[in-house]
């Protein structure tokens, strides 16, 4: 049977999202995890970011409904036109500051940035809703774990691929050589582009068929129930648990791709964040797999047991991260070069590396919480497109504080911006805990009117 033959098959749909997502803000991670060529170039990225998130939220919260009336194919393939956007945005301010990155950017390139910034929020509301109706409805009950962390690793080989590229495009350059170049930008610009095209390998939702046999079930729906039970979500006592969680799991970002990024030179920052990428995939595939679907144990002895990881992580890779800071911090820190003084980038390599893991375990840990209280397609729609859409709010809060408020004189030192980023994570431990103990249980609802449910495996 060919691969066109199994279209549609649910592990099939999985594999075709995950490359589109592969393509598009896998490609987009790479791009964004790269620091820029200068301060200017920063505080204009800042903006351009500050911009996608606000955009992203307000069609986060939407699409998970909009995902219900058109459809997951749509959406994705709206959805990939916005990433090459962004990044001839990127191209174009590397090409106004000139070949030293050093010659003012003008009103003009910046105001395309910031608009790029806000289609491609746009953009990414409707394709991570339909990235989530996918992911959190076609598994079976024992595959939720594995079936989102397989997303997750082929969705972060894209950025794996794109900053191995870029790493190698820039060391023979030395170690101020900038990752990014004409041919990158446009190798970028191409791969996004694709994206698009891929998504119209997705089917309609009516007519997959899950590894039991099951088929998936979509209701008829319209604009005005949809908009009714998206304002719902907001007095839904799962989702009000499960909030700072979903607005902390993408606040790391501004530290870890800026003030972090600042202590190694530009050869160093794309050969560490091959490895961030990786940590990511990795990472994904041992707490999806491994720990939240092995059936062995209850739905609820391994949600619990992804709490216990939670908070052992938070402790030893932020308490980690406490100490490099504050030694890098200190006055007459030098820059740190994997080519010219491996044994000075062996430490933080790691600790980067963890904040990979990091990120990997906080996101698929908090959807498969999610994927836990339903298997309605559309009910897990909307809890996809609030997961995104608050998550972005607050990724966009932090992105704008840095772009708009926090700029010249006023910005916060990189020390400060390390305990804002790890607060919220550490109060989410308290929410993780929370909702599993009020919301995980070891059956899953089907039909609440009816009473009727299934056991977890």
């Known amino acids: 049977m060919g691969f066109f033959d199994t279209l549609n098959q649910a592990r099939t749909q999985v594999y075709v999202i995950s490359f589109v997502c592969f393509l598009c803000p896998g490609m987009f991670n790479a791009l964004n995890s790269l620091p820029t060529a200068g301060p200017a170039a920063q505080e204009v990225k800042d903006k351009q970011n500050a911009s996608l998130y606000f955009c992203f939220a307000i069609m986060g919260l939407l699409a998970g409904g909009l995902n219900n009336i058109l459809g997951p194919r749509i959406l994705a393939a709206i959805g990939g036109t916005g990433y090459a956007i962004y990044a001839a945005a990127q191209y174009n301010i590397f090409k106004v500051q000139g070949p030293k990155g050093t010659d003012p950017i003008t009103d003009a390139a910046n105001t395309f940035s910031i608009f790029s910034g806000a289609y491609i929020g746009l953009c990414a509301g409707m394709l991570w809703a339909a990235q989530g109706q996918i992911c959190l409805t076609y598994p079976t009950e024992s595959q939720k774990g594995t079936f989102f962390a397989t997303f ?13 590229i870029g790493t190698i495009l820039s060391w023979g350059a030395g170690p101020e050589g900038y990752a990014m170049n004409d041919a990158m930008y446009l190798i970028f610009i191409v791969l996004m582009a694709c994206g698009s095209v891929v998504a119209f390998l997705i089917q309609p939702p009516g ?16 604009v005005l129930r949809e908009f009714v039970e998206i304002l719902k979500l907001f007095a839904n006592p799962a989702m009000l648990t499960i909030l700072i969680p979903c607005m902390s799991s993408n606040w790391f970002y501004t530290y870890q791709f800026g003030p972090f990024g600042g202590y190694f030179s530009g050869r160093t920052n794309g050969l560490k964040a ?5 940590g990511q995939a990795g990472g994904a595939w041992v707490l999806g797999n491994m720990f939240l679907d092995n059936t062995k144990y209850t739905r609820t002895a391994r949600a619990w047991t992804g709490v216990y990881l939670m908070a052992g992580t938070t402790l030893a890779f932020f308490g980690g991260g406490a100490a490099f800071e504050y030694t890098a911090s200190a006055a007459g820190f030098v820059k740190i070069d994997a080519g010219t003084d491996f044994g000075r980038f062996i430490g933080p390599f790691i600790l980067y590396v963890c904040y990979g893991l990091y990120d990997a375990f906080f996101q698929v840990f908090t959807n498969y919480l999610i994927g836990a209280i339903s298997n309605d397609s559309e009910t897990l729609s909307r809890y996809a497109g609030f997961y995104k859409g608050t998550q972005s709010a607050a990724g966009g809060l932090s992105w704008a504080l840095n772009g708009f408020v926090f700029t010249g004189e006023k910005a916060l030192t990189s020390t400060a911006q390390f305990w804002v980023m790890v607060i919220p994570c550490a109060v989410s431990l308290i929410f993780f805990a929370l909702f599993t103990k009020t919301f995980v249980k070891d059956t899953t609802d089907e039909n609440p009117e009816h009473g009727s449910s299934i056991k977890a495996h």
């Open 152 to 164: 997750w690793v082929i969705f972060n080989l894209g950025a794996v691929l794109g900053n191995t």
């Open 207 to 222: 007519t997959i068929i899950r590894e039991d046999q099951t088929q998936v079930e979509t209701p008829p729906t319209n």
């Open 274 to 278: 091959i490895f961030y990428w990786l």
